[in-house]
């Protein structure tokens, strides 16, 4: 970096499976966190149990999604720009529908700034450690969109 240059921190961003689907399936506010995702304006942080839920909803009857459209859907708009996370197997149980604490976890491992999602169970507690809990819309307004 030359003199005067400044590096900016990316930020390190957990999308919840409702927000993944939805970005990659419908239009609306959540195709633009995809396009923020694509464009590399954030860091996106899973873990592999996150992934495997991907594979599991994508896969869901109400989407008619085949196999190969799921496997092709996930291998050309998120893997690509997944930074993978391994979570500590001692993650204390934290929200209310714990299904969700594996995105707790992940975010808490990766050192997440924001975790984008439109689950209430995980939007009541706004906060887990330094990590903010947000909607689509104002992941947009933080990320710059």
Same mark, same amino acid.
């Given at each position: 970096?030359?003199?005067?240059?400044?590096?900016?921190?990316?930020?390190?961003v957990v999308v919840d499976t409702n927000v993944v689907v939805s970005a990659?399936?419908?239009?609306?506010?959540?195709?633009?966190?995809?396009?923020?995702?694509?464009?590399?304006?954030? /860091?996106?942080?899973?873990? +592999?149990?996150? =992934?495997?839920?991907?594979? *599991?909803?994508?896969?869901?009857? %109400? #989407?008619?999604?085949?196999?190969?459209?799921v496997r092709a859907l996930l291998d050309n708009e998120v893997v690509p720009?997944? /930074?993978?996370?391994?979570? +500590?197997?001692? =993650?204390?149980?934290?929200? *209310?529908?714990?299904?969700?604490? %594996? #995105?707790?976890?992940?975010?808490?491992?990766?050192?997440?700034?924001?975790?984008?999602?439109?689950?209430?169970?995980?939007?009541?507690?706004?906060?887990?450690?330094?990590?903010?809990?947000?909607?689509?819309?104002?992941?947009?307004?933080?990320?710059?969109?």
């Amino acid at each position: 970096m030359g003199e005067g240059q400044t590096q900016v921190k990316r930020l390190r961003v957990v999308v919840d499976t409702n927000v993944v689907v939805s970005a990659l399936l419908f239009p609306g506010l959540t195709a633009g966190i995809r396009e923020l995702w694509k464009s590399g304006a954030f /860091t996106m942080l899973a873990s +592999g149990e996150m =992934f495997a839920e991907y594979v *599991r909803v994508l896969a869901y009857p %109400k #989407f008619a999604l085949a196999e190969n459209e799921v496997r092709a859907l996930l291998d050309n708009e998120v893997v690509p720009f997944i /930074t993978p996370v391994k979570p +500590g197997s001692k =993650f204390p149980p934290t929200c *209310r529908d714990p299904d969700d604490d %594996k #995105f707790l976890a992940c975010a808490a491992a990766g050192r997440a700034d924001f975790i984008v999602t439109g689950d209430d169970d995980l939007l009541v507690l706004k906060k887990h450690g330094r990590c903010r809990i947000v909607t689509v819309k104002d992941a947009l307004a933080l990320l710059g969109s």
